[in-house]
């Protein structure tokens, strides 16, 4: 599917009895794409899974679960995300953005408008909840349910044991992996340690596993999640160690990120760097207070 150098969807099973897994952007380009897949690869579609609510994953489900009557699968806390978010207005999240970036020391004047989720609304409502340990059938192929967080808050994995692959959504992909972020409605949840979380646990499973992810080629799990891990913990340990007076998230950037990195992510960053300073105030590595501006200072123990 277009958008963000690709985003995949899934069809797997054999025709008439298979699923769709995630579904691309709610935009004319995508709904074309969908337009070209021969009919009975949707309309005969049994299931439609959404493996997380970012609207480049649920676009299309609307529209699909329309055509194919298939039934539609979430974890409840990403389909709430989503049906909240198709109920706001651009203009009131960009409010919601503001409010962060100052809390977190960036020029709010600079935010973006986000994206607009309330074009798939009305979202499905009715849906068929996925919970961590689920064993499920998806097109005549066994899953167990894994769930994750960090990038989202409760994306839905789908380990098939018997063919050792990992339908990871963007829980895991290439280069330094996925963006590990607050958001505006909760800036003080520990994303990185969920998602830290999330990594040790897919070690579990093994390292020979391949990784199909929501965007990029597939990957074998083993060397991904060192790669991913090492990149996280490398941030970390900088931003632990350089910090010697009270700093906000916006004073903290360099600390951390390369010029080539923010040429990239610059607009990320009020979300990226308080999951960083998060992880390490909860963990009893620096202390948190709010200045009389309103903005979130975080110093040394």
């Known amino acids: 599917m277009p958008a963000f150098g690709g985003v995949n969807a899934l069809i797997i099973g054999q025709r008439g009895s298979h699923a769709i897994i995630d579904t691309g952007l709610p935009n004319a380009a995508t709904a074309a794409v969908w337009a070209q897949v021969e009919d009975d690869w949707v309309e005969g579609a049994q299931h439609i899974l959404c493996t997380h609510m970012h609207i480049d994953h649920v676009g299309q489900a609307g529209p699909l679960l329309e055509r194919s009557g298939a039934a539609f699968l979430m974890t409840a806390t990403e389909h709430s995300d989503a049906m ?9 999240r960009l409010v919601e953005l503001q409010v962060l970036w100052a809390r977190n020391g960036f020029d709010a004047s600079a935010a973006r408008l986000p994206s607009d989720y309330s074009v798939m609304a009305p979202f499905p409502q009715d849906f068929q909840v996925l919970q961590a340990g689920d064993h499920i059938r998806l097109g005549g192929i066994d899953f167990e349910v894994l769930v994750g967080g960090g990038h989202s808050l409760a994306p839905a994995c789908l380990y098939a044991a018997d063919r050792k692959i990992l339908v990871a959504g963007d829980q895991l992909l290439s ?7 607050v958001q ?3 800036p003080e949840y520990d ?13 579990a499973l093994p390292a020979d ?7 990029g080629d597939p990957m074998p799990l083993g060397s991904t999640i060192v790669r991913i891990r090492q990149g996280h913990l490398a941030r970390l340990d900088r931003l632990r160690a350089a910090i010697t007076h009270p700093m906000s998230c916006a004073e903290m950037v360099p600390l951390v990120f390369s010029d080539r990195a ?3 992510l610059g607009t ?11 992880y390490l105030t909860i963990r009893g590595h620096l202390v948190r207070h709010t200045d009389d501006r309103g903005v979130v200072l975080f110093g040394p123990v």
């Open 84 to 92: 909240r978010l198709s109920n706001t207005t651009q203009a009131e």
């Open 175 to 181: 280069g330094s992996g996925p963006q590990i972020v």
């Open 184 to 186: 505006s409605n909760d």
């Open 191 to 203: 994303a990185m340690g969920a998602y830290l979380d999330f990594l040790e646990a897919m070690e």
């Open 209 to 215: 596993t391949i990784v199909l992810p929501g965007h």
């Open 262 to 264: 923010l040429a990239h």
């Open 268 to 278: 990320r960053m009020p979300h990226m760097m308080p999951a960083l300073a998060n």
